[in-house]
């Protein structure tokens, strides 16, 4: 490395250290998201898999929570650091595919600029590790294609296997590797080795706790899941949903250089046969299949996380690996001085709003549906509320709500979904004693064969900034007729 490029490193290091600071004071100050409550009752007991996805996010969030407890920053610190071992891959990466430090920087600024990254990684979820897994993978095929050592190949199915701990999205990686295999000619000769087999061992191997856990499951977890694979109907809808999103989630600066850097790693002269293939590939492959699933179902925006680690590749190629007519060259300039910026402004401005509701006159908005700002203060209300009405348990319907309550109410505190029981079966179930009642019903959660015996409570609500967000029923059920939990198993089992 030369001075030069140590200068470089260190002030990329400097400015990803700079974020990654500022994304951990966001995380112990905003309230969980409702995903991130419902993967911390992962956390309590780690399993091979749970009925929605692979074990890695309960692992991260236990690793935080064992140093810093059950808070917000406990639940957060692990996935947020994640983003250092990403940076350094994707820097790496970028150097040795494109012998250029300026362009390495470019692609690891513009990867930390996104909210994809950002809010990606404060806000726990399997997208977090992830993405980590996307860098390692481009950082183990840059390493092999570097050296032509097949030990390499064992990298590369490690990097897999974390990836399908994370989330079943990694089993795209195995078809991004096969496409740029047969793509670049100098790299079939794999196709031959016993190398690329061992890496696809060692990757299952990896993979295998979720493999056990599913046949003890009845496979629910990958019905689940692939099943949103089948096609049901034709729209269009959900296709033009896509683009607005990813420049959200890119935001304009780093979405409109990473098209322009793909569109250029199109040209057959733009760079070495094995990059071009290789960046092109880790965007494509993932964007062709969710444009056809959208064609039949929603497509959420953090769904194409897994391409970000390349399409920041690109956006920096867009900077440094290619010329432009004066009109584009303004254009990628603009981009590229405004990236950090506006990274920053659009993170900050997000955090505030869904924190106070102050850029919308403290009105409702989307963020209210998935963080639980005001949920801590409505927990302990209700905590008073049942030790006031002597309920040995409150029974809520949907599992964010459920999710919410377990996490902010006190621990010792019975806490139980009516409905979806299957979701809870890594928990200690409520004994028989307590669901005996008086129950506390949260949410509308009584009815039918209990009507007769509910006494309807005033309202009440949850509110950010002083103001009310949202309301919920409040009932007691004095005598529980029979089970009142529905104790059905998942609908994928049934079918």
Not at 268 to 295: C, E, G, Q
């Amino acid at each position: 490395m030369t001075a030069g490029e140590g200068r470089i490193a260190r002030r990329t290091a400097l400015t990803v250290g700079a974020l990654v600071l500022l994304r951990l004071v966001v995380a112990a100050v905003t309230p969980l998201a409702f995903d991130e409550a419902y993967y911390w009752t992962w956390s309590r007991s780690l399993a091979g898999g749970y009925y929605d996805h692979p074990p890695m996010v309960a692992v991260l969030i236990r690793l935080g929570t064992s140093i810093f407890g059950d808070t917000e920053f406990g639940v957060r610190v692990a996935a947020v650091l994640l983003a250092v071992p990403m940076s350094w891959a994707v820097y790496r990466t970028t150097q040795i595919l494109f012998g250029d430090a300026r362009m390495a920087a470019t692609a690891v600024i513009m990867l930390n600029a996104t909210l994809m990254v950002a809010v990606g990684t404060i806000i726990v979820t399997p997208d977090a590790p992830l993405l980590l897994a996307a860098a390692l993978v481009l950082y183990a095929l840059a390493r092999l294609h570097q050296t032509g050592r097949g030990t390499w190949w064992l990298a590369v199915g490690v990097a897999v296997g974390f990836g399908l701990l994370s989330k079943y999205t990694a089993f795209f990686f195995g078809a991004e590797i096969l496409l740029w295999l047969l793509l670049v000619k100098r790299e079939r000769r794999w196709l031959l080795s016993p190398w690329p087999y061992l890496g696809g061992v060692v990757a299952l191997a990896l993979f295998a706790p979720v493999i056990v856990w599913n046949a003890e499951h009845h496979w629910v977890s990958f019905i689940k899941q692939f099943g949103r694979a089948r096609a049901d109907g034709f729209t269009l809808r959900y296709l033009l949903e896509i683009i607005p999103a990813q420049i959200a989630f890119a935001t304009p600066s780093v979405f409109i250089l990473g098209a322009l850097g793909l569109a250029a790693l199109l040209r057959k002269n733009a760079a070495a046969p094995a990059a071009r293939a290789l960046i092109n590939v880790s965007v494509w492959t993932l964007v062709a299949y969710f444009a056809w699933h959208s064609l039949h179902q929603r497509v959420e925006a953090n769904w194409l996380g897994p391409v970000y680690p390349a399409f920041a590749v690109a956006a920096a190629y867009a900077v440094w690996g290619t010329r432009w007519q004066p009109r584009a060259q303004r254009l990628v300039d603009l981009s590229q001085q405004w990236a950090l910026p506006l990274g920053v402004v659009f993170f900050i401005a997000l955090v505030v709003q869904a924190n106070t509701g102050v850029l919308t006159a403290f009105r409702s908005d989307p963020s209210v549906r998935v963080l639980g700002v005001g949920w801590p203060q409505l927990a302990r209300d209700l905590e008073t509320i049942r030790a006031r009405e002597g309920a040995t348990c409150i029974l809520t319907q949907g599992y964010p709500v459920t999710a919410w309550l377990i996490f902010y109410a006190p621990k010792d505190a019975c806490i139980a979904q009516r409905d979806e029981r299957y979701r809870w079966t890594h928990l200690p179930q409520p004994s028989e004693a307590q669901l005996k009642g008086p129950l506390l019903l949260f949410g509308g959660a009584g009815g039918g064969r209990d009507a007769a015996h509910v006494t309807v409570l005033p309202d009440v609500a949850r509110r950010r900034s002083g103001v009310v967000m949202q309301t919920f029923g409040l009932a007691v059920l004095a005598m529980p007729a029979g089970d009142v939990l529905d104790r059905a198993p998942p609908p994928e089992v049934k079918r």
